[in-house]
């Protein structure tokens, strides 16, 4: 007795593409695409349709690989979310949650994250997808690179194209740190979307489209860390996503380890250990035999704290070695974007870290060097002010934590930054456990 098809819009689909009397047929052209697109092994066939037609949800690529079979066929884009799988659906904005296939499928899928993300929403309550961040780490691992990004479309962009959008790189950058994630990150997926989607659908060569790629990775990638700061985490989730396909279509693994790391950094924030550790080691992994000092720093800092997390203070000081011998090694001659990483930011982490393993004195002995920072990094001197004095509160030193705290609470006013007010938050907390401290902890809140 055949069961009834639920999935019903990928029937229409089937039916408007002429497979809906050839199941078969469709199963061969999907295992073909995931043969050359991606080197699977896929032995589909008509039960197979049989059962996605009755509310199977194949894993990833694989309806990906349905919907360019489908797309290919009518001559027109199949978003994923048209395809009607249940599972998929349950996900807002599946497709920017994915990491991408192709290269069209990555152009695509960045500019609707981009056009979404430059009209405030009052969404930022989506979760974060545990799941699909990892996956996406396996896949920039492991899917084939891009062999030849030369697109001929109707605008030409140059490498004097893609020089002004490293100085507007710069400039968000210094924006974010000066001013916090929630000050200009609609501003910037405005440019992206306006700016920088055009220029992905133009016309350049192969190694004009590598640089070209590069840098909307790095400006993606800044969008996401915004988003993430401001705790817009579903949005955060999603951008950094794209932006580890670009790096991937630039052949940028350091970029894209930088990008994966600041995914494991998002993990740690939400209190998710083993998928931080999963994320920071596939980081440190993914960057190659020889970063420059200021990478391999960084992201054995933030294996270091994913350590921490998990509660295994061996591992936490070992890679936390690894980064402060990689930082010795830097002669500054690291990629720009990397250059922001100095002693001060790892002391910071040192002490965040030890604060979670519970050794608050350990912890103030990195307090000077955390607060050791150039004018330019506001918010981190807000969060390591915050965290000095947390230190303080759980060692005992009343007077000196709420002396901080108020030095942090009025350095947090000209920021925009979720990250900084629950840093506050964790101090006000840690002052109240004190009865005689309840008035200066009332006023961090």
Same mark, same amino acid.
């Given at each position: 007795m055949h069961k009834p098809i639920t999935n019903h819009q990928l029937h229409a689909l089937m039916a408007e593409a002429g497979y809906d009397r050839s199941h078969a047929a469709l199963a061969r052209q999907v295992s073909r695409a995931g043969a050359t697109r991606y080197g699977l092994v896929l032995r589909y066939d008509g039960a197979s349709v049989y059962w996605w037609l009755r509310g199977r949800c194949p894993e990833q690529p694989v309806p990906e690989l349905i919907a360019a079979v489908l797309g290919h066929r009518l001559g027109r884009p199949v978003p994923i979310a048209e395809l009607g799988f249940a599972r998929l659906a349950q996900v807002p904005d599946a497709e920017t949650l994915v990491f991408p296939g192709s290269l069209d499928a990555a152009v695509t899928a960045s500019a609707a994250l981009w056009a979404k993300l430059s009209r405030p929403s009052a969404d930022a309550a989506q979760p974060f997808v545990p799941a699909a961040a990892v996956d996406a780490g396996w896949r920039w691992h492991f899917d084939p690179p891009d062999h030849d990004l030369a697109r001929s479309g109707s605008r030409r962009v140059d490498t004097d194209d893609v020089e002004r959008l490293r100085t507007c790189q710069d400039q968000f950058l210094d924006l974010d740190r000066r001013h916090g994630g929630g000050h200009a990150r609609t501003f910037l997926a405005e440019f992206l979307s306006r700016d920088v989607a055009p220029m992905l659908r133009g016309s350049y060569t192969d190694a004009v489209g590598r640089e070209l790629f590069a840098v909307a990775a790095e400006l993606t990638g800044t969008l996401a860390f915004m988003a993430y700061d401001?705790?817009?985490?579903?949005?955060?989730?999603?951008?950094?996503?794209?932006? !580890?396909? !670009?790096?991937?279509?630039?052949?940028?693994?350091?970029?894209?380890?930088?990008? !994966?790391?600041?995914?494991?950094?998002?993990?740690?924030? !939400?209190?998710?250990?083993?998928?931080?550790?999963?994320?920071?080691?596939?980081?440190?992994?993914?960057?190659?035999?020889?970063?420059?000092?200021?990478?391999?720093a960084r992201l054995h800092t933030t294996d270091s704290t994913a350590c921490a997390l998990a509660g295994d203070l061996p591992a936490f000081r070992a890679a936390l070695r690894r980064a402060d011998r990689a930082l010795d090694r830097d002669d500054g001659t690291g990629p720009s974007w990397a250059r922001y990483f100095t002693p001060a930011h790892l002391a910071g982490t040192a002490m965040r870290c030890l604060l979670d393993l519970d050794r608050p004195a350990e912890a103030l002995t990195h307090a000077g060097q955390a607060l050791q920072l150039a004018p330019g990094n506001a918010r981190t001197r807000a969060l390591h002010t915050a965290l000095t004095a947390t230190a303080h509160a759980q060692a005992g030193h009343i007077d000196q934590a709420a002396a901080l705290g108020m030095r942090a609470a009025g350095l947090a006013r000209h920021l925009r930054s979720r990250r900084v007010q629950a840093r506050l938050a964790t101090l006000a907390r840690a002052l109240a456990k004190h009865q005689a401290c309840r008035r200066p902890a009332t006023s961090l809140k």
């Open positions: 401001a705790a817009d985490h579903a949005a955060a989730q999603r951008a950094f996503t794209q932006a !580890l396909r !670009l790096a991937k279509a630039a052949g940028d693994r350091t970029y894209g380890a930088h990008v !994966l790391a600041n995914l494991a950094t998002q993990a740690i924030f !939400l209190n998710l250990p083993a998928e931080a550790v999963r994320l920071s080691r596939a980081a440190v992994e993914g960057a190659g035999r020889r970063p420059a000092p200021a990478v391999a």
